[in-house]
């Protein structure tokens, strides 16, 4: 049984500092593409990072210089640092796996506001 489960969503402030952590279990996770999705009310859910097996990584442009993906294959688990927060930022953020299927996990809610 395949399961992805979030941490360390919660409330930041403006200009602040949040980690979100993903903690995989059921995958071959060194094997898997990991990534943060995020979707704010009202809208689509979109991709925020991701990072392949190779450890290259990917970012949307809003969020790029202020966040950071990582992954810990012998903790089975990604990270997302998020620095610099914005009120924007604000969202409910999942974690993504993907290889030949695609998993995700049950999100964590992300509230940034002063």
């Known amino acids: 049984q395949v399961q992805l489960v979030e941490s360390g969503g919660g409330l930041g402030q403006p200009g602040g500092s949040l980690r979100l952590s993903c903690a995989a279990s059921?995958?071959?996770?060194?094997?898997?593409?990991m990534g943060w999705y995020r979707q704010a009310p009202g809208k689509q859910r979109d991709v925020v990072a991701a990072?392949?097996?190779?450890?290259?990584?990917n970012y949307a442009d809003s969020v790029k210089g202020r966040f950071t993906i990582s992954r810990d294959n012998a903790k089975n688990t990604v990270y997302l640092q998020m620095n610099s927060l914005k009120p924007d930022d604000t969202a409910v953020y999942y974690c993504?796996?993907?290889?030949?299927?695609?998993?995700w996990g049950q999100g964590t809610q992300v509230i940034v506001s002063s």
């Open positions: 059921g995958i071959t996770f060194e094997l898997y593409e």
């Open positions: 990072i392949r097996s190779d450890g290259s990584t």
């Open positions: 993504h796996a993907e290889r030949y299927y695609t998993y």
